[in-house]
């Protein structure tokens, strides 16, 4: 594969005052963004959000009734710690239902909040976390087990019987007061439920519409090496971020995003120069503003898809609030540093061809579970390891290499062509 240089075209430069920098949240595209006017009720929905100030104040009373439904479904979604890992959110997106796995995954997750308590103290709840997980594992294994798709039970049982052993070398580690031991020892722990977990996936969950039956298909889930040069950086010169594509949610923008990583030759990253809140790449040389099929020569798009939990498929070409879904909570969240999903234009949907973002940071106007990109664009996947060195990529940055380096037999559909 030839090296992609990462540049910014000078049409979507940036100079962000705090307002400015929620315009480009608000609507997020690959060629620039609305006006104030136009996305008014939105942003006066979110500083609602954040100030308390009433939404009506803000926009007159013109406004009133495009908005009054919004407010009360909108302020529902803070509730609760946001789950903010990417692994986890990976782990509670999978389409199972087994709650006896999930009663020992919940403490171990736990164990992410314990450590914040300062000094040996946090070792008392980290405690309390890993004796919650055992006692879920002894009294639910036959649940789990149960839960296993057969031609997976032998490696599940596996598993299940490392994690035994790894919560019982988790409690010596408290024992111990050996602080610094306890979070490598959860992830791993948390990577064995996660492998039982998968290994309760039995095949795809739902049929795809018709019309999208003969695009590119991700029926399951691929994880990415994306290896980058930095230029000018004294911290570090080469980087690869690590990223799993989660196709059980959405699997047309992971399977289009699988299938041209294989194709493209030239990846252009947008990243802020004032408020650094995402980074964008995808865009191919020349005066094209998306994928083009060199065989037809036309633009190669993909409908916007959303999968909110409690649903069984996804849903397309509409966000959530076209759908009046103002409670709804999508399965894939941009609530992690490094949530990956698809650019889009402004007013249509279903235009995302190429070009894919990541999310830097979380600021006071996109908090986690009340993020108003969730709905809007589609989550296709996060990554999971340096997922942090995101915030130094810059122009002139090269990705040397994407590499698939599991689950690539999970694609389907990889000749798609558009017809005429």
């Not at 075209?9 to 609305?34: G, I």
């Not at 979604?77 to 997106?93: C, F, N």
């Not at 599940?156 to 024992?175: T, W």
Request: a negative charge; charged letters at 25%; glycine letters at 8%.
């Amino acid at each position: 594969m030839r090296s992609l240089n990462l540049c910014v075209p000078h049409k979507n430069r940036l100079r962000l005052s705090s307002w400015m920098m929620y315009r480009q949240v608000l609507h997020f595209n690959r060629n620039t963004f609305s006006s104030i006017k136009k996305c008014a009720i939105s942003i006066a929905l979110a500083v609602g959000l954040v100030t308390g100030t009433p939404a009506l104040e803000f926009l007159g009373q013109a406004n009133a009734s495009a908005i009054a439904p919004a407010l009360p479904d909108v302020s529902v979604l803070i509730s609760g710690p946001p789950i903010k890992d990417p692994g986890a959110l990976l782990r509670y997106a999978l389409p199972i239902d087994n709650k006896a796995i999930r009663e020992v995954q919940k403490p171990l997750e736990d164990i992410t909040e314990s450590l914040k308590i300062a000094g040996v103290k946090a070792l008392d709840s980290v405690e309390r976390n890993t004796r919650q997980a055992s006692r879920a594992l002894k009294q639910g294994r036959t649940l789990i087990v149960g839960g296993l798709t057969k031609s997976k039970v032998d490696d599940g049982i596996e598993l299940l019987n490392k994690l035994e052993a790894g919560l019982d070398e988790l409690q010596k580690i408290v024992e111990d007061k050996n602080r610094a031991a306890v979070a490598p020892k959860q992830k791993e722990l948390l990577n064995y439920v996660g492998g039982v977990e998968e290994d309760m996936v039995d095949g795809f969950p739902y049929e795809v519409p018709e019309e999208y039956k003969n695009m590119p298909l991700l029926k399951g889930r691929a994880t990415v090496d994306m290896k980058v040069k930095v230029k000018d950086n004294p911290n570090f010169d080469e980087c690869v971020f690590r990223i799993v594509l989660d196709g059980y949610n959405a699997p047309i923008q992971r399977g289009k995003h699988v299938f041209l990583m294989m194709l493209i030759d030239c990846i252009i990253v947008f990243f802020s120069p004032a408020d650094g809140f995402v980074v964008q790449t995808g865009d191919p040389e020349g005066p094209a503003e998306g994928f083009i099929d060199p065989s037809t020569e036309k633009t190669r798009t993909v409908p916007l898809e959303i999968m909110v939990i409690g649903e069984k498929a996804p849903f397309y070409g509409e966000t959530l609030e076209e759908l009046g879904l103002y409670k709804a909570q999508t399965r894939l969240p941009f609530n992690a540093f490094g949530t990956m999903a698809m650019a889009r234009e402004e007013f249509d949907n279903n235009s995302a061809s190429s070009q894919v973002f990541w999310l830097l940071k979380e600021s006071e106007l996109t908090p986690s579970n009340a993020n108003i990109l969730d709905g809007r664009y589609a989550v296709f996947g996060y990554v999971t390891e340096n997922e942090d060195l995101l915030a130094d990529l810059k122009v002139g940055d090269v990705i040397e290499s994407v590499q698939v380096v599991a689950g690539l037999d999970n694609l389907v559909n990889p000749s798609y062509k558009i017809a005429g």
